[in-house]
């Protein structure tokens, strides 16, 4: 029970931190939105995207090392070996990979950013410093560090809101909006170099793991890019086909959909480092067993999230853009929303290969996923515009859902039962009725829907019995914990 106690307070944790995360990215949208142009505002949607996808192939997959293999090491010399061999590795390609993208940045920014070229100069340090920064806080969340991972976090994005709002308010336009954004990376950096050193020391390396480390990293490279694709190269083809506006239309409606990934973020953060430890240790139900509740609670808030952000779209796209902006941000939510759904469960199925180190299969199923999406893009997008894209999303992902489900091994099969899934829908249903019937308008009767609603749920899930009697008292001793403070000698969390 203190096994499963400690993993609720640090989902909780991560979660908290996730939600600060999205209330940051909130906050700074009707900032940009209001102050840029919506072509502009394409451009900085367009950034955000290269931020997510050049770390992931530069770093060579070895963030999955870290967090596959230095969970299990008790040694701290062998920490320190694993950890800055990686570290060498991730430093020297990430260096020779952002200073080619500073060399030829006139060619990428006459394809991708519209000619501006000092974008992309721009853009070259802030990819090489949030390499660094992402490799950093992995081994944080290998070593599950979530205290200092969480301060850290809020620190990144604190820095983030403050400095992009500030240089956006005084430039309106997105070259100030990046300044602020490479000065942001680069106080993070300072703090993440200090906290890791810290805790684990330095040391030269002398690389004997290290093609251990690859062998199971690279294979996570095609699946990491083509989950790029699916997630974010709709904005590269949307401008490609259509225009940079057109990426300012389709990027806040499509991350008000996903907003719904803070219920899951927590949950892809906390178990690979988690499960590692059980499967190691032969510990196979008690594995079975997180997995099963964190699908079913997952679900639990994910499927009225869906139907909520979904009927609730507009007049939040209202307060948050422009009423252009919103009349077409609106039709992509819904999309995006239940594609963040599968992607969730997506995102706790796929811990059975990483655990069982079936990174290929990984790779096959979103190589496929994405050449899937990128033709259907090309096919729906000049038809029927940024909603296409939104659809392509949506069938990528229940493709790349269906395909791990079917790969998975039998012995990691979850038990979750399908009535409590069919009564959380039946709960949502007749919650999205209140929310038609009160029609809200405006930041307080939004908030006022959203709280009668999540009340409402949660009743009517009580009256149909879905907690069962040791969840019930589980959560009660963890409320109590709280509350008594019993445990502050316990385990850091």
């Known amino acids: 029970m203190h096994t499963y106690r400690l993993f609720t307070q640090r989902v909780i944790l991560i979660a908290s931190t996730n939600l600060l995360t999205v209330l940051s990215g909130i906050i700074l949208l009707p900032i940009l939105t209001k ?37 299990s090491l008790e040694d701290k010399k062998q920490i320190q070996e694993a950890f800055y061999s990686i570290s060498f590795v991730v430093l020297f390609t990430s260096l020779i990979s952002c200073a080619l993208i500073y060399i030829f940045s006139q060619a990428i920014a006459s394809h991708f950013f519209n000619n501006n070229t000092i974008i992309v100069q721009i853009l070259a340090p802030i990819l090489f410093i949030e390499t660094i920064n992402i490799l950093f806080l992995n081994y944080m969340r290998a070593r599950q560090l979530i205290k200092k991972y969480t301060f850290i976090l809020l620190i990144k994005n604190t820095s983030l809101l403050v400095l992009v709002s500030y240089f956006v308010i005084s430039g309106e336009n997105i070259y100030s909006a990046t300044i602020g954004l490479l000065i942001a990376t680069f106080l993070t950096l300072i703090i993440l170099i200090f906290a890791v050193v810290s ?12 093609q251990e480390y690859l062998h199971f990293g690279v294979p996570t490279i095609p699946a990491n890019l083509s989950n790029w694709i699916v997630n974010s190269s709709d ?19 499509y991350s008000l959909g996903s907003s719904i ?84 469960i997506y995102s706790i199925i796929i811990q059975i290969l990483v655990l069982e180190k079936r990174t ?22 000049p038809h029927i515009g940024i909603i296409g894209a939104a659809i392509t999303t ?8 269906a395909a791990t489900l079917y790969s998975s091994p039998k012995k990691f099969k979850i038990n979750l ?56 008292l589980f959560f009660k001793g963890f409320i109590r914990q709280i509350n008594m403070k019993k445990n502050k000698n316990s385990e850091e969390i």
Request: proline residues 5%.
């Open 35 to 71: 102050n840029m142009t919506i072509a502009d505002y394409g451009a900085w949607a367009q950034i955000m995207a290269t931020i997510v996808v050049v770390p992931s192939i530069v770093m060579l997959g070895l963030t999955s090392s870290i967090v596959r293999y230095i969970p």
């Open 199 to 210: 805790s684990v020391g330095f040391t030269f390396p002398n690389f004997r793991h290290i």
């Open 235 to 253: 904005l590269y083809i949307i401008g490609f086909l259509l225009s940079t506006a057109s990426v300012g239309y389709y990027s806040p409606g």
């Open 261 to 344: 990934s803070i219920l899951w973020a927590p949950l892809a953060f906390i178990l690979p480092s988690v499960l590692s430890q059980y499967y190691e240790k032969k510990q196979i139900e008690e594995v079975r067993t997180i997995m099963r509740y964190s699908l079913k609670y997952f679900l639990l808030l994910a499927i009225p999230a869906v139907f909520g952000i979904s009927l609730l779209s507009r007049p939040i796209l209202i307060i948050l853009t422009t009423p252009e902006i919103s009349s077409q941000g609106a039709l992509i939510t819904p999309f995006s929303a239940v594609s963040a759904l599968v992607f969730g």
């Open 360 to 381: 290929k299969i990984i790779g096959k199923i979103w190589i496929i996923s994405a050449l899937l999406n990128i033709g259907l893009n090309f096919l729906l997008i």
């Open 394 to 401: 949506l069938f990528a992902f229940v493709y790349a859902l």
């Open 417 to 472: 039962e399908y009535r409590y899934l069919l009564k959380y829908i039946f709960a949502s249903i007749i919650m999205s009725i209140i929310i038609l019937k009160l029609n809200p308008f405006g930041i307080t009767a939004i908030l006022t829907t959203v709280v009668i609603c999540a009340i409402f749920y949660f009743i009517l899930l009580l009256a149909l019995n879905v907690f069962e009697k040791k969840e019930i």
